[in-house]
């Protein structure tokens, strides 16, 4: 497996904005899709956005689209996810995750996950 090592997560204000970082351990995340799950306390996984092995393609979730980017960086086997004009209910576990092959927005379709990193958005 590949270890996947989620940062950048923290406190932040409604409105702030906030980057999370997933750095990928041994095979480039150019050989795998790439995605971003948040899960809030209570609450079942949830998909984010997902970038292709290839870096061509984006999907996102509907309830983020237009406010979150993902991104990657190959030179630092790096994929990020940029999180603007933060509300309450962004508030949950951020969890990277990897897969071979195309994207898929099911939790379970996934076999490499990190750790996660909370992001809480609190005024």
């Known amino acids: 497996q590949v270890p996947l090592v989620e940062s950048g997560g923290g406190l932040a204000q409604p409105g702030d904005s906030i980057r999370l970082s997933c750095t990928t351990a041994?095979?480039?995340?150019?050989?795998?899709?790439m995605a971003w799950f948040r899960q809030a306390p209570g609450k079942e996984r949830e998909f984010v956005a997902a970038?292709?092995?290839?870096?061509?393609?984006?999907v996102y979730s509907d309830s983020v689209k237009g406010r979150i980017t993902i991104s990657g960086e190959i030179a630092k086997n790096t994929v990020y996810l940029q999180m603007n004009n933060l509300t309450s209910e962004d508030t949950a576990v951020y969890f990277c995750a990897a897969r071979a092959g195309f994207i898929r927005m099911s939790a379970p379709e996934y076999d490499e996950w990190g750790q996660g990193t909370q992001v809480t958005v609190s005024s």
């Open positions: 970038l292709s092995y290839n870096g061509a393609r984006t």
């Open positions: 041994g095979l480039p995340f150019s050989a795998r899709a």
